[in-house]
């Protein structure tokens, strides 16, 4: 199971959460649809390169990274999105796009929207498309230190 490295750390780090079983959704909004979650509490992890360095930006599904204030406020020189296939094999027990925001577990920078990190709590993929783990947010900054900055823009659907 995917979740369970991520699930035996909050434990042995005795965190309180809650576990969300949903069926299969593969974007951020139809993820929070189904687990009945505000779509600006349910954090996306979307990979990203800093000056050259894999990343995560995590910020709510309603949003959209916007690299430019990405690049500004990390004091950064480039900042980019990365592909698939660049990051796939750094998560090897999680499904592609599904990884936990836990930068921490995997050796990756941590850059969270501050609207996310203004939430009370928040829910995020548990490394599958049909898990996902809600904690308090105090509670996840204090184990994985992300460096909080503006970085997204509101997600406005052409639908």
Sequence with gaps: MPAKKLKEFLDQQHIKYITIRHSRAYTAQETAEMAHISGKELAKTVMVKVNGKMAMAV??????????????????STASLASEAEFTDLF??????????????????????????????????????AELIQLRYSDYAKLVEPKVIRMSTRYISQF
Excluded: R, W
């Design 59 to 76: 910020l709510p599904a309603d949003e959209q990274v916007d690299l430019e204030l990405l690049k500004s406020n990390a004091h950064a």
């Design 92 to 129: 090897p027990q999680c499904e592609t796009g599904a990884m936990p925001p836990f930068g921490n577990l995997y050796n990756q920078d941590v850059y969270v929207e501050e609207s996310l990190a203004a939430d009370e709590s928040i829910a995020f993929n548990a490394g599958s498309h």
